[in-house]
């Protein structure tokens, strides 16, 4: 409890989340930052540091010391820039992320640290151009273009340029402030291009784009800055959008300052934030990198620094006071050095560490906590300027036509070839913007970058003319920006784009056949155009009759394959374009597809189709009530050991396509893999130790060819392999939040695929696949006419419910969903009615024959009768005349008849009486045997009772119970004279029936002794048992304990023994006397 003499000060930010009871019982003291008493103690703090020495520290590690001159030196130039910069800034500029006066002059005593040498500080002059250097960085580097266009990073270069004139960083007008560089060997400011970052690329096809990184003035820059604050551990944050190359750039500093030749003190590794990234989550995989030292201190292996490298920074997800556990966790590492053992709750201090992130202010939670932010140099990453585009298309695009023939070797073509695609894209992004409902609008320089991945593809001796080249490109325009759209209005919004670019850039080439409204061509470049070809190249004709052929051929051939299920596909042109789409995606290193379409579109089909034409491996996951985490990162374990196999058997082709639909996803955290997989190519403790030894012992053959010998480089080229072999296919449906809220919090589901949106089935594919479904029932439609209306009326009726729908939704704004699936439910609805209409009114036709053909059966054999009976009538008469004669001679025997009559009756009653004493005898006779039945019916189910096993357990006993002995010394009585085994004297009497001779006599052969018993009713009936013996058994029969429910309760099988015999007895009893009845 708090004790009077304990008081307590609380540090916060604002009073959001404070409660109103909180508030009044507490003094607060409110500290402005207008006034600029933060910085301004920042600074005075610095140059003290730099003016006194430190003496907890040796000579050697003392920081540079000013001089008095030095000071005062420094504190004019703060005074004379800082604060007329800071006052512009904050009036006129946005940056990227919110920042703080104080962060922003942080970051310009950080950059101070890096650049200021005794030689700089001895001249003015060179201090100020140092200075004046880094204060530009300082307070532009988190300067980029706005959403709504404005160029804040020129704007601050316009206001340096006509505030600041005494120090000349410009040299031209056309230049901003930040296309110079400060050579520290002249102390002059120089283009980015003659600093030693920049050098010139050269490209050879097919390398992959992504794989080669061209200079350019801003990566330059960036890299220059990276490399000096990093050398002094300072923490960087890499700020913009998706696809503006931050982790390319990051990784190719790390990179190059880790390099493994001995000479570095840099180790460094990439961590992925998610959605689900907490502090338990975070802290894990940073100490996975870590060793124990001594005590409680850990750090990386050996003498190396490790650099940590957080990319998405801002993703994690933002509980609901607005913090996120991995920050905090980020915050305290960063400020104190040390974490807490949650297992031990001891502290851990983390040495020789620092923190290099990257993130998207647009995605995840926009900001993190400005606490932890302050602690960042941040700097922005935007859409290159366009000179720098061009520099970079350059390279790519001019060395690969560099080896092409004619006009497409000309670097005249291929500039303006550029040059229309970089005005293509700016017309796109300012065309379709990003959207609540349409935040996929998100055009970048991958985007851009992926275009140019398309023409490159190309083979000279398959692109001999200007005009084809020009085609490819509008080809690879249309699917990376074309096939992200989401209606009919926009495509033609984008195509009306294309048209006014092509006749502005190439209007020699005639491509308003591909455009046209009605009947156009379609154009199509794939790698299956005809026998099989496996080059990129364009499907030519007016139609897809040609393509449609090999499609059929390799949907035939996948279907022949047992491994596969069968699929029965109407292959029409929407259908044939999706494939050649998606074969395209899944065809190029790192391609990964997501499929976005309403249900029943045919996403996951095409899919296999097009995984069978690349000749790749489909695999899915089958979800249970179980299947959980573990079981999808098995399954994902499973898929690269497939890649492993294929590395094994040394195969330079092959791959294995992920197939997944958004029904699948049970568990949000399989998402987690997933970005990890797409973002990275990589997922982190995906394999235990003991399996990354059994990857590695299985491809040391492919590695050794590929120049990997040890176990780091096996496993790097083992990890190179899976982001080209495994690739993603997403099937995701528009409809509801669950993909909208999946791409926020994963934003490479996104940003790292290639989208395919699957439009609405045109009507003419809708009429297609009515006639292809309608096949099968074309017999029951009647006339060519009534068949071709049916087949009309398909589509029409589907497209006029889409239209109801669509306004359904303008008035009511309640969405209904009619999708292919609910098209193709109509079909079979039709057909199924159709078939069961068709059976009923032919059985009630066949009914109605069958009847009239009884009327007429019925009617001939009336006027057959008729004919028949009027004959018999004649011969009625005929007969009748005769009998008349008969008649009177009968008359005349009458009398003798008569007399004879009366002898007769008088017998008849004699023998009736006979036949009633005859039945009344049977009639007891049957009554007697019927009192038999249940005596029989007992003694057979007391036999059915028994089994071997209880008789063996009999034959085991050296003293039966009491009782026991008599029961089988009974069955030794009836079976004398039957049984060959039971010894009889002279009399036919059983010479022995004691224990031990029942024992040797009946239960020797046990099987045997039930066999007889089995069979004794059917002896009895034949009257082949002694009478001896019924007399004899008698005696034990009169014993009081020769009872069945007595002799149950010492032996089971002597019970059931017991009642055969007494109803045996019985049944002989009743026999005997119905035997004289008979």
Not at 10 to 16: A, F, G, N, P, S
Not at 268 to 284: D, E, H, K
Not at 601 to 621: D, F, M, N, P, W
Not at 1021 to 1038: H, S, Y
Request: contains cysteine.
């Amino acid at each position: 409890p708090r004790e009077e003499f304990m008081l307590k000060v609380v540090e916060i930010r604002d009073l959001v989340y404070a409660t109103p009871a909180t508030v009044s019982r507490a003094g607060i003291l409110y500290i402005s930052a207008t006034e600029g008493y933060q910085w301004r103690c920042l600074i005075d703090s610095w140059l003290l540091r730099h003016c006194t020495p430190d003496p907890t520290k040796k000579a050697n590690q003392q920081t540079m010391l000013f001089t008095n001159e030095v000071r005062d030196n420094f504190q004019g130039l703060f005074n004379q820039y800082c604060e007329p910069t800071l006052k512009f800034f904050k009036k006129r500029l946005q940056p990227v992320i919110p920042v703080e006066e104080v962060t922003l002059i942080g970051n310009l005593l950080n950059m101070l640290d890096c650049l200021l040498t005794p030689a700089i500080l001895a001249d003015y002059d060179v201090m100020q151009n140092n200075f004046c250097f880094c204060c530009v960085w300082s307070f532009g580097s988190i300067l980029t273009i706005s959403d709504d266009g404005t160029d804040y990073a020129a704007e601050f270069s316009t206001w340096w340029k006509t505030t600041w004139k005494d120090v000349k960083i410009v040299a031209s007008a056309n230049n901003t402030v930040f296309d110079f560089w400060l050579d520290p060997e002249t102390s002059k400011f120089n283009p980015w291009s003659k600093s030693p970052y920049f050098y010139t690329a050269t490209y050879k096809s097919p390398d992959p784009i992504n794989q080669i990184t061209v200079p350019t003035t801003e990566t330059c820059s960036i890299s220059f800055w990276l490399e000096n604050l990093i050398n002094k551990s300072h923490p960087i944050l890499v700020c913009g959008p998706a696809g503006t190359g931050k982790t390319q750039n990051v990784n190719g500093v790390l990179k190059k300052l880790s390099k493994e030749d001995g000479t570095s003190i840099f180790r460094y590794a990439t961590i992925n934030f998610n959605f689900y990234t907490t502090s338990t989550i975070l802290q894990s995989t940073m100490f996975s990198h870590l060793e124990k030292k001594t005590g409680s201190n850990f750090g990386p292996p050996g003498k190396y620094r490790l650099i940590y490298f957080l990319d998405d920074l801002n993703l994690p997800e933002v509980d609901p006071y607005n913090t996120q556990s991995a920050i905090s966790l980020l915050r305290q590492q960063m400020e104190y050095k040390h974490w807490f053992d949650r297992a031990k709750l001891q502290v851990q201090n983390i040495l020789n560490t620092q923190i290099v992130a990257g993130m998207n202010p647009t995605a995840g939670s926009f900001l993190v906590d400005p606490r932890l932010q302050r602690h960042f140099t941040t700097f922005a990453m935007g859409m290159p300027e366009a000179p720098s585009l061009v520099t970079i298309y350059e390279t790519f695009l001019g060395g690969h036509l560099s080896t092409f023939s004619g006009e497409l070797s000309a670097s005249a073509f291929w500039n303006s070839l550029i040059k229309a695609a970089l005005t293509l894209h700016t017309s796109v992004v300012q065309t379709f913007r990003k959207t609540a409902a349409n935040f996929h609008y998100e055009f970048n320089v991958r985007h851009l970058s992926n275009v140019f991945q398309g023409l490159i593809a190309s083979k000279k001796d398959r692109f001999t003319s200007a005009e084809k080249f020009v085609l490819l490109w509008l080809h690879e325009s249309e699917r990376v920006y074309g096939d992200r759209l989401v209606c009919k209005a926009d495509i033609e919004k984008y195509n009306q784009l294309v048209q006014l670019q092509v006749k502005r850039s190439f209007p020699t080439c005639n491509t308003s056949r591909y455009y046209a409204l009605e009947n156009a061509w379609p154009l199509i470049f794939c790698h299956f155009t005809k026998d099989g070809d496996p080059e990129y190249d364009q499907v030519m004709g007016t139609n897809l009759e040609d393509l449609k052929k090999n499609l059929e051929i390799q949907l035939r051939d996948f279907n022949n394959n047992e491994n596969n299920t069968a699929m029965f596909l109407d292959l029409f042109d929407d259908a044939i374009k999706h494939v050649a789409r998606i074969v395209r995606i899944l065809r190029n290193e790192s391609g990964h597809a997501l499929l976005v379409g309403v249900g029943g579109s045919g996403k996951r089909s095409l899919a296999r189709l097009a995984s069978h034409i690349c000749e790749y491996t489909v695999k899915q996951i089958s979800i249970s009530s179980k299947y959980g985490e573990n079981e999808f990162k098995e399954d994902l374990r499973k898929m690269y050991f497939v890649i492993v196999d294929q590395l094994s058997r040394s195969e330079d082709k092959g791959g294995v396509v992920f197939l997944l639909t958004d029904s699948q996803i049970t568990n949000e955290k399989f998402l987690i893999y997933l970005n990890d997989l797409l973002a990275s190519g990589d997922i982190p403790d995906l394999f235990a130790m003991e399996d990354m030894d059994n990857i590695v012992n299985m491809v040391p053959t492919v590695c050794v060819m590929a120049g990997s010998k040890d176990r780091k480089e096996i496993i790097k080229f083992f990890q190179g392999e899976i982001r080209k072999r495994l690739h993603l296919c997403l099937c995701f449906s528009p409809v509801g939040d669950d993909f909208r809220s999946r791409a926020r919090k994963f934003p490479a589901l996104v940003n790292c695929t290639v989208i395919d949106w699957f439009q609405p089935w045109p009507k003419e594919a809708l009429l297609s696949v009515g006639k292809e479904k309608l096949k099968e029932i074309s017999d029951l439609l009647g006339s060519d006419d009534s068949r071709t209306g049916i087949e009309n009326f398909m589509p029409f009726s589907f497209v006029s419910v889409n239209q109801c729908a669509e306004r359904f939704f303008q008035v009511e704004r309640r969405y209904v969903y009619t999708t292919p699936k609910s098209y193709l439910e109509l079909l079979q609805l039709y057909k199924n009615i159709l078939k069961k209409k068709v059976k009923e009114y032919a059985g009630a036709i066949e009914r109605l024959e069958k009847g009239l053909q009884k009327l007429k059966d019925t009617g001939d054999t009336v006027a057959r009768l008729e004919v028949e009976l009027k004959v018999k009538l004649e011969q009625a008469e005929d007969k009748k005349a005769v009998a008349s004669g008969i008649a009177e001679t009968v008359n005349k025997e009458k009398a003798k008849v008569e007399v004879e009559s009366k002898k007769a009756s008088e017998e008849a009653a004699k023998c009736a009486v006979i036949q009633a004493e005859v039945t009344e005898k049977q009639r007891s006779t049957l009554e007697d045997l019927a009192k038999a039945e249940p005596a029989v019916q007992q003694a057979m189910e007391a036999l059915d009772s028994l089994n071997k096993k209880d008789l063996g357990e009999c034959k085991t006993m050296s003293k039966p119970p009491t009782g026991v002995d008599d029961v089988f010394g009974a069955t030794m009585v009836l079976l004398a004279g039957v049984h060959p085994n039971i010894v009889i004297t002279k009399q036919g009497k059983v010479k022995d029936f004691k224990w031990d001779a029942c024992k040797k006599q009946v239960l020797g052969n046990i099987p045997e002794y039930i066999e007889y018993l089995q069979k004794f009713k059917d002896i009895v009936d034949a009257g082949q048992v002694p009478t001896t013996n019924w007399k004899e058994v008698r005696e034990f029969l009169e014993k009081e304990h020769f009872k069945p429910d007595i002799i149950a309760t010492k032996n089971k099988a002597a019970a059931g023994l017991c009642s055969w015999v007494v109803n045996i007895v019985m049944y002989y009893d009743i026999l005997i006397t119905v035997e004289p009845k008979r």
